[in-house]
């Protein structure tokens, strides 16, 4: 993995185990895919989904500051913030949901591995749930990405 992901994902970890936040919080998307063994996927920011308790810790100590997307089109969160004191951009989100052809539905992560990075872990969904949640947001990045973590076992 690109050492400026490693080192933001040691920086959550580390925070996150500092304010005993380790069961309320989840690493999805690029990042949980690259930690699952597809590192050529670019990694612009991690993406967390997190209670709202949790989301406000790990606010206050990283210094993030609460965004207002622009487009509510396909993605909608109840809070969305942003730290950029990190190499690499954190996205921290409450409530987020998916518009599907069913109207909007819940983004939660049934399943969880716990995935090393340097001494510390990072939550991430399995790879089969994964590549059910990319197919869900359907965007052609993340079909592309579902079939590429069909191809993943954990």
């Not at 997190?50 to 622009?70: M, Q």
């Not at 089969?128 to 990319?134: I, K, N, P, R, W």
């Amino acid at each position: 993995l690109p050492r400026p992901l490693i080192q933001s994902l040691e920086m959550l970890a580390a925070t996150a185990e500092a304010l005993e936040l380790r069961n309320d919080w989840i690493v999805f998307g690029g990042a949980a895919m690259a930690l699952s063994g597809l590192p050529d996927w670019p990694v612009p920011d991690i993406d967390v989904l997190a209670s709202e308790e949790t989301a406000n810790d790990l606010i206050d100590a990283f210094g993030g500051r609460i965004i207002t997307p622009a487009g509510q089109d396909r993605f909608r969160s109840r809070l969305l913030a942003r730290i950029d004191g990190t190499p690499v951009p954190i996205e921290i989100m409450v409530g987020l949901e998916v518009r599907t052809d069913d109207g909007w539905i819940p983004v939660a992560f049934r399943t969880r591995v716990d995935r090393p990075v340097l001494d510390r872990h990072i939550p991430t969904a399995r790879t089969s749930e994964q590549a059910q949640m990319a197919r869900r947001f359907g965007r052609p990045k993340d079909l592309q990405r579902a079939e590429a973590l069909d191809k993943l076992t954990d």
